[in-house]
């Protein structure tokens, strides 16, 4: 299932689509069994190469830390992102990050902790999880936009 997710996110990106918002609910399995990207709503073309857009869109437990910090411009580095927490939620059963009941806990916890990964979790599936889901954010802006 990851390797089709990772095929229709690197289709969609060769195109210059971002997604915004890839999230189990937005992934279908058609009657042969193959997954399929759905509900293009939030998604944004012509973005190649260096390219890059700011505005805030998506599901929150699956955003990237760049999306949640508003001001701070991404390409389609969101979509891997988002794509490496529902990985690692289909090999864990878990969610990677603190989903508190406070407001601002999930956002605190997107941006600044790092998943622990159980010990029988397969070095393969793991190497997988971290390399799509690689915070590209600054540690300091997420500093400032907590201070507030």
Partial sequence: M????????QFLHTRGIIHRD??????LMDSAGHLK????GLAVM?????KKISEYAGTLSYM????ILLRKPYNTAVDWFSAGVMIYEMATGK??????????????S?????????KGLNPQARDLIVGVSRKT???????????N
């Fill in 95 to 108: 969610y990677p990050f603190h989903a508190g009941i406070l407001p601002g806990t999930n956002e605190k």
């Fill in 137 to 147: 954010h600054s540690s300091n802006t997420a500093a400032k936009y907590y201070e």
């Fill in 110 to 118: 997107l941006i600044n902790d790092v998943p622990t990964y159980p």
């Fill in 46 to 50: 012509n973005i190649f190469g260096d």
């Fill in 37 to 40: 990207i759905a509900d293009f």
């Fill in 2 to 9: 990851a390797a089709e997710i990772i095929c229709g996110l």
């Fill in 64 to 67: 990237a830390p760049e999306v």
């Fill in 22 to 27: 890839i999230k189990p609910a937005n992934i």
